[in-house]
Nanobody, 127 residues
Framework: QVQLVESGGGLVQAGGSLRLSCLAS????????MGWFRQAPGKEREFVQG????????YYTDSVKGRFTISRDNVKNTVYLQMNSLKPEDTAVYYC????????????????????WGQGTQVTVSS
């Protein structure tokens, strides 16, 4: 069982930055692929970024390319999402998710692949 707790959300003006954190319980954090997803009102949950267990490979959706960066610290059991140049369309509830796997597959862009989810943190970008 893995518990995930996100933090770092808030209200920011367009062009600003936020860093989200997701703290995971458990002793085998490095054996989990981690993903960040987001869900805006009236829209489906969408993949934002993912990272392999060792942190050597990362994946992203095109809309955040060059603006968001995912990273992880396997000593601290934490995954981060650094968000720069934020836009109003980035407004959503952001969730971190975990799937026990040593390797990334294309399916991991899909929310149904993930076993564990955090409660979400709200990010609001004003224009």
């Amino acid at each position: 069982q893995v518990q995930l707790v996100e933090s770092g959300g808030g209200l920011v003006q367009a062009g600003g930055s936020l860093r989200l954190s997701c703290l995971a319980s458990g002793r085998t954090f490095s054996s989990y692929v981690m993903g960040w997803f987001r869900q805006a009102p009236g829209k489906e949950r969408e993949f934002v970024q993912g990272i392999s267990g060792t942190g050597d490979r990362t994946y992203y959706t095109d809309s955040v390319k060059g603006r968001f960066t995912i990273s992880r610290d396997n000593v601290k059991n934490t995954v981060y999402l650094q968000m720069n140049s934020l836009k109003p369309e980035d407004t959503a509830v952001y969730y971190c998710a975990a799937k026990q796997s040593y390797s990334w597959t294309a399916a991991m862009h899909t929310s149904s692949e993930y076993t564990y989810w955090g409660q979400g943190t709200q990010v609001t970008v004003s224009s």
